[in-house]
């Protein structure tokens, strides 16, 4: 037996002559997220209907379309012929789900998208409104506040769900390309990658681990975050690099001033180079206007001008509270709050430069000794770690 789910699609929907293509991606991303069960996707005109194994439960289906980006609505749903007395035995059967002779209120809301079906959407909520009168007699209608509401859609079969709930919008993962994010334990960059991921992008992540500067600990916390966001980004690689001897040369060799600022352009240079080598076109960071001495106008300008690569930073006009409350919403905040220091706490001087100057940090950078081998050497010592798009075991 099979269960189905109806889909409602978000920006998709306002797409042109690709609409098709964004479809594809998303019923390709729903089958991944709960493979190996079979699933089938179907699309008719802005909706979208998932056919399910019956064994996969309720939960795990929320879960898996609540996190896929393209989705503005999800609801399960029940569906049989365009003939009345098939819809009428449909509504009977589905009704005590959950209506209840309580006296509470309801309403029933009808679409008839297909205009050849013989009664209007006005006459099926009344002949709908009727049942539910004969089955639940308390029942009052409430057209404005209803506690329950049945919903009726004549389309390429006759189509009732009750409640439904809202998903994460945006657009497919994998419907824009490929990215790479720069991950640390940090409440910004795992909110950084679930913004990025929600335009369409298909991320790689990466994290920069200094071991023994950071511990074990902060790895593990990577390796935590890159697991719960997994979801939303529909499976994912994570890199871990060993970022020892960079960190190392750095301490060695520049002032205590500029220790941050150098940090900052080995990152984003050994992050340029992997993604050549994963086939990324773009760096995403958790980057946020002048929310640190790193973040300033000028220091962002520096970092930039060290890669060809483009960098998105999604959050750069967001506030912390912002970022906070979005970081609960996709369960990574209290992971980030946990307390082990990542490389960058560690490297921060007491009186950072907050003003480079492009071109003078970008000499101080080429003048320490041997930092190109660094770099190259970093973007070899890398350890990958796959996350599947599966939510089928948790
Ligand atoms: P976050 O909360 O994401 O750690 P932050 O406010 O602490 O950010 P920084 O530490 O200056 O700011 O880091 C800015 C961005 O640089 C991060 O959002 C992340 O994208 C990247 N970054 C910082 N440290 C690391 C690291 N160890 N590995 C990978 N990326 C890092
Ligand atoms: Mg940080």
Same mark, same amino acid.
């Given at each position: 037996?099979?269960?189905?789910?109806?889909?409602?699609?978000?920006?998709?929907?306002?797409?042109?002559?690709?609409?098709?293509?964004?479809?594809?991606?998303?019923? $390709?991303?729903?089958?991944?997220?709960?493979?190996?069960?079979?699933?089938?996707?179907?699309?008719?005109?802005?909706?979208?209907?998932?056919?399910?194994?019956?064994?996969?439960?309720?939960?795990?289906?929320?879960?898996?379309?609540?996190?896929?980006?393209?989705?503005?609505?999800?609801?399960?749903?029940?569906?049989?012929?365009?003939?009345?007395?098939?819809?009428?035995g449909l509504v009977k059967s589905i009704l005590p789900l959950g209506f209840a002779d309580d006296g509470s209120s309801f309403k029933i809301d009808a679409r008839r998208e297909d205009k050849?079906?013989?009664? $209007?959407?006005?006459?099926?909520?009344?002949?709908?409104?009727?049942?539910?009168?004969?089955?639940?007699?308390?029942?009052?209608?409430?057209?404005?506040?209803?506690?329950?509401?049945?919903?009726?859609?004549?389309?390429?079969?006759? %189509?009732?769900?009750?409640?439904?709930?809202?998903?994460?919008?945006?657009?497919?993962?994998?419907?824009?390309?490929?990215?790479?994010?720069?991950?640390?334990?940090?409440?910004?960059?795992?909110?950084?990658?679930?913004?990025?991921?929600?335009?369409?992008?298909?991320?790689?992540?990466? %994290?920069?681990?200094?071991?023994?500067?950071?511990?074990?600990?902060?790895?593990?916390?990577?390796?935590?975050?890159?697991?719960?966001?997994?979801?939303?980004?529909?499976?994912?690689?994570?890199?871990?690099?060993?970022?020892?001897?960079?960190?190392?040369?750095?301490?060695?060799?520049?002032?205590?001033?500029?220790?941050?600022?150098?940090?900052?352009?080995?990152?984003?240079?050994?992050?340029?180079?992997?993604?050549?080598?994963?086939?990324?076109?773009?760096?995403?960071?958790?980057?946020?206007?002048?929310?640190?001495?790193?973040?300033?106008?000028?220091?962002?300008?520096? $970092?930039?001008?060290?890669?060809?690569?483009?960098?998105?930073?999604?959050?750069?006009?967001?506030?912390?509270?912002?970022?906070?409350?979005?970081?609960?919403?996709?369960? $990574?905040?209290?992971?980030?709050?946990?307390?082990?220091?990542?490389?960058?706490?560690?490297?921060?001087?007491?009186?950072?430069?907050?003003?480079?100057?492009?071109?003078?940090?970008?000499?101080?950078?080429?003048?320490?000794?041997?930092?190109?081998?660094?770099?190259?050497?970093?973007?070899?010592?890398?350890?990958?770690?796959?996350?599947?798009?599966?939510?089928?075991?948790?």
């Open positions: 037996m099979k269960k189905e789910y109806l889909i409602k699609l978000g920006e998709i929907s306002l797409k042109g002559l690709n609409r098709k293509d964004f479809e594809r991606q998303l019923a $390709t991303n729903i089958k991944a997220k709960l493979s190996p069960a079979h699933s089938a996707v179907r699309s008719t005109k802005g909706r979208m209907y998932l056919d399910v194994d019956e064994q996969v439960s309720d939960s795990v289906l929320s879960k898996a379309l609540s996190t896929t980006f393209g989705i503005s609505f999800f609801a399960r749903c029940y569906s049989c012929g365009k003939d009345l007395d098939q819809i009428d050849s079906f013989p009664l $209007t959407s006005s006459q099926i909520e009344v002949r709908l409104a009727g049942i539910a009168h004969s089955m639940f007699p308390s029942l009052k209608v409430d057209l404005r506040n209803p506690d329950h509401a049945l919903h009726v859609e004549i389309r390429d079969k006759a %189509y009732a769900y009750m409640s439904q709930a809202s998903s994460s919008s945006g657009l497919p993962v994998g419907s824009s390309g490929k990215a790479l994010c720069l991950l640390s334990g940090g409440i910004d960059s795992p909110v950084a990658a679930y913004m990025a991921a929600s335009r369409g992008l298909h991320l790689e992540l990466v %994290y920069f681990h200094a071991y023994p500067y950071t511990g074990e600990e902060a790895l593990d916390k990577v390796r935590t975050l890159a697991k719960l966001i997994s979801p939303y980004l529909n499976g994912t690689v994570l890199h871990v690099v060993n970022f020892t001897p960079m960190e190392k040369l750095i301490e060695a060799s520049s002032s205590e001033r500029e220790k941050t600022l150098m940090l900052r352009a080995a990152m984003i240079r050994v992050a340029e180079k992997l993604a050549k080598k994963r086939r990324c076109g773009a760096l995403v960071t958790g980057e946020s206007l002048a929310q640190v001495a790193s973040q300033t106008l000028e220091a962002l300008d520096f $970092t930039t001008s060290m890669t060809d690569c483009l960098v998105l930073r999604p959050l750069i006009g967001m506030d912390k509270e912002a970022i906070i409350s979005l970081a609960r919403k996709i369960g $990574t905040y209290e992971t980030s709050i946990l307390p082990y220091s990542d490389c960058c706490s560690l490297f921060s001087p007491a009186h950072p430069m907050t003003r480079p100057n492009r071109n003078r940090e970008r000499e101080a950078y080429f003048r320490m000794d041997g930092v190109e081998k660094a770099e190259d050497q970093a973007v070899s010592d890398s350890e990958a770690i796959a996350y599947d798009a599966s939510v089928m075991e948790q």
